[in-house]
């Protein structure tokens, strides 16, 4: 976005302000400079000068000598183009001045005459390509005015990069709004009423409907006659130049000219070639057909907006007009429209199309619905100054919809506390007033309206960064937190957002970043039913098919990202994504911080001395049980998976109590034939982070390390296949105060132990803190072992 200063300086009064300041005020108010251009910079010592004597070089045929009126003395110059004579007002490049690229002007002899400057032309000056001559001015041109002021070229232009949440900055009064606010200046609106109107009524000529208002929430016309169509006058045209816009017409230019001043696109018709005195905003035909001003036959669908006459299309709908309704320099009688579009359909017709202008691209980030009355009389009355006619009576206004005003509740001590400083409740008031947000003040709330170029404004934290940002980042000092520190217990607090990622990082995973939308069988196709379908939130407009639910699960972006891994023969997949999840709450949608983790193909495959092997799942368990480790996370249970994306005899589930916490194992071979990866092996878990911080970010106590050894056992039992090893180990662990840890290391079922068995290796870990154990109490350990495995599960030592 292109912002003239000398533009600016219209509305707001900037005097005294350096252009470094003001480029540092725009950048702390969230408007980043990304470039200024110091118009006129390079035309230092250049001026305008008289030839008063002009005699032939007596040692070149095609030189002259040439005697130049600077305003205060007279030089001599050594000229070589063929297209001045004495009298002429022209550029005098001076002896200093820099015309680029290391070219500066010294006093230096040309065929043994002394020259002490040039005369210039307009590609010497960048002005324009003519080059075979020098620049003839006028003869009203003021001898010895610097060329930057006569050219007018002493503005300087910011280039700025727009946040998409900031329409409203898109233009020359919503930057000097901005500047207003911060320096506390008065902003200057220009003249938005009729003075001069015909009695003739618009409305008698003109009617305007919307067929739906899904498309079109209002639709404003006027008219002016009996203009006539010409070269804009300087002031326009200089404008416009100034930020890259070309000069058409008086009434294309006027259009242009509002556009970058109050940001909401115009469109200008022929009023005489409208048919049937009405327009109307309706979806466009299945393969209509339309001739574009830029004379394209386009091809519309039922997602296009268009403005139609009583007979055909005459424009596109914010994005461009039709050739059979266009301003030529036979119209006298212009239709003025000023409209909101839905800000979707613009940007799939534009992106369709391949048609983007300045026009489309406020449409997609949405226009003022309320300012169409101030910016129509604005381009009404900037017609009449610049291309005569008379102003019809009245706007044929179609307003179905109006704008709905969003009331916010402020807390003052909260917003301060949020601050971290407290700032006067008065310079509260007074930066929103300055905003123009309507505010009514009850206790230490403020009741808050924004206005309606600001659909920004929805959440009291939106109004929080309005007064930082204007307050100033600058006037908020740094101040430490207060920390409580115990010297026997420490508050664990390795379970932050981004420590999670951290620590995934640590145990080799990778990290994705996807999207938080899935389609809308995506649920469907990974057999998840955790959550039940009308439990989904589904986007009112999604962008594409792919993009409908707000996804509850991690698990289908995942898979995703496996399948098109494996596609492109990346054999090791072992990736991890920390993200929302989202489901119906009771009021506001239910939002969890969710691990996910993704293992597939083969880990060892380009190691020289390691055996192939496919990830399985107590890779995954290891990888669950250290993360989880390293997240002082360790009262939990693991059972067998309830989850149906899950393999049934390949998958658990984690537990506190009867909280679940989260799951993991291999995923469901009826999920993997969807994906079409039924060959694969694909393990998935997905841990809910925000229960898990729920049962850690306690006080940790931490424990002596026992100076007697440990004795490791190792047992092998015989058990019925239906038993679960966790049952067995939680009874393990109760036998005898003794037992340190139990693990299981290896599961065996098949020859040799009979129908519906299985063997389970654990390995125990024994271990007295106060004393070295001697094999008799060891071996008691042992006996009780086995006898409880035996009276519970009926268990036997694998011989």
Not at 179 to 201: F, S
Not at 357 to 377: C, H, P, Q, T
Request: hydrophobic letters at 40%; one cysteine or more.
């Amino acid at each position: 976005m292109l912002i003239s200063l000398n533009w600016l300086k219209q509305y707001i009064d900037l005097e005294g302000i350096e252009i470094n300041e003001l480029e540092n005020a725009l950048t702390m108010i969230g408007q980043e400079v990304e470039k200024i251009d110091r118009q006129g910079s390079n035309l230092d010592n250049i001026i305008v000068g008289q030839i008063i004597e002009k005699e032939s070089h007596p040692e070149s045929d095609h030189l002259t000598v040439c005697k130049v009126d600077n305003g205060t003395e007279i030089q001599q110059v050594i000229c070589g183009a063929p297209n001045h004579k004495k009298g002429d007002k022209v550029i005098l490049a001076q002896i200093g001045a820099n015309l680029g690229e290391d070219f500066v002007i010294k006093k230096t002899k040309i065929r043994g005459m002394e020259s002490n400057g040039m005369l210039c032309s307009e590609k010497e000056l960048g002005l324009g390509q003519a080059h075979e001559g020098i620049m003839i001015l006028p003869e009203d041109a003021k001898i010895g005015t610097p060329a930057k002021e006569y050219f007018k070229l002493s503005d300087v232009i910011f280039e700025l990069e727009i946040t998409p949440n900031r329409p409203d900055c898109l233009s020359h009064i919503g930057i000097a709004r901005e500047l207003a606010v911060y320096y506390d200046k008065e902003l200057k609106m220009p003249n938005t009423k009729i003075e001069n109107q015909t009695t003739e009524k618009a409305q008698d000529l003109i009617t305007v409907e919307i067929d739906d208002t899904e498309i079109s929430r209002r639709y404003a016309a006027r008219i002016v006659k009996n203009v006539k169509i010409g070269e804009s006058p300087k002031w326009l045209k200089e404008r416009l130049e100034s930020i890259g816009l070309r000069s058409i017409n008086n009434v294309v230019d006027i259009s242009n000219f509002v556009l970058m001043e109050l940001n909401h696109p115009i469109h200008t018709f022929d009023y005489n070639k409208i048919q049937g005195n009405k327009v109307i905003v309706r979806r466009a035909k299945e393969n209509e057909k339309v001739v574009t001003l830029d004379d394209q036959e386009r091809e519309l669908t039922s997602d296009d907006i268009v403005i139609s006459d009583a007979n055909r299309v005459v424009a596109i709908a914010g994005v461009m007009g039709a050739a059979n309704s266009e301003v030529d320099e036979n119209t006298t009688n212009i239709l003025i429209e000023v409209a909101h579009f839905e800000p979707t359909l613009i940007r799939k017709t534009s992106k369709k199309l391949t048609l983007s202008s300045d026009a489309s691209y406020r449409f997609e980030r949405g226009v003022d619905l309320e300012d169409a009355e101030k910016v129509i009389n604005r381009v009404a009355n900037l017609i009449k100054e610049v291309a005569g006619g008379d102003i019809l009576e009245g706007i044929v206004d179609n307003y179905p919809i109006k704008h709905e005003k969003k009331l916010v509740e402020l807390n003052i001590p909260r917003l301060n506390k949020f601050v971290g400083k407290e700032i006067p409740e008065e310079k509260i008031i007074k930066i929103f007033e300055n905003l123009e947000v309507q505010v009514t003040k009850n206790g230490d709330n403020l009741s808050l309206i924004a206005p309606s170029f600001r659909e920004d404004l929805e959440r009291e934290q939106d109004y929080y960064e309005e007064v930082i940002r204007i307050y100033g980042f600058d006037n908020i000092e740094d101040i430490l937190p207060k920390l409580d520190m115990n010297s026997d217990e420490i508050v664990d607090t390795t379970l932050i957002l981004d420590n999670v990622k951290d620590i995934a990082a640590s145990v080799g995973l990778k990290e994705v970043i996807n999207y938080s939308f899935i389609p809308r069988d995506g649920l469907e196709k990974i057999n998840f039913t955790r959550i039940a379908k009308d439990n989904t939130l589904e986007v009112l407009n999604p962008i594409t098919e792919d993009f409908v639910i707000m996804k509850p699960t991690l698990i289908y972006s995942l898979l995703k990202n496996a399948k098109d891994n494996l596609s492109r023969n990346f054999s090791n997949i072992n990736f991890f994504e920390v993200s929302r999840t989202f489901e119906k709450g009771e009021k506001l949608a239910k939002e969890d911080v969710k691990l996910g983790i993704i293992l597939a193909g083969e880990p060892n495959k380009y190691l020289w001395d390691a055996k192939p092997k496919k990830y399985d799942f107590y890779d995954l368990k290891g990888i669950v049980e250290e993360i989880l480790s390293k997240m002082k996370f360790n009262n939990y249970t693991i059972k067998r998976t309830e989850q149906t994306e899950l393999h049934p005899g390949r998958g658990a589930d984690i537990f506190v109590g009867r909280e679940f916490i989260g799951s993991f194992g291999e995923i469901h071979p009826d999920v993997l034939e969807k994906f079409g990866l039924e060959k694969e092996s694909i393990l998935v878990a997905e841990l809910n982070i925000d229960l898990i911080k729920k049962y850690t970010g306690k006080k940790v106590s931490y424990k002596g390390i026992s100076k007697f050894p440990a004795v490791p056992r190792d047992l092998a039992l015989v058990i019925d296949e239906q038993i679960l090893v966790g049952d067995v180990i939680k009874t393990l662990e109760k036998v005898s105060p003794l037992i340190e840890k139990v693990e299981l290391f290896d599961v065996y079922q098949g020859i040799g132990l009979g129908l519906g068995k299985k063997s389970i290796a654990i390995s125990i870990v024994i271990r007295d803190k106060n004393k070295t154990l001697v094999e008799e109490e060891i071996n008691g350990v042992v006996s009780k072992i086995l006898e409880k495995v035996k009276k519970d599960y009926n268990a036997e030592l694998r011989q």
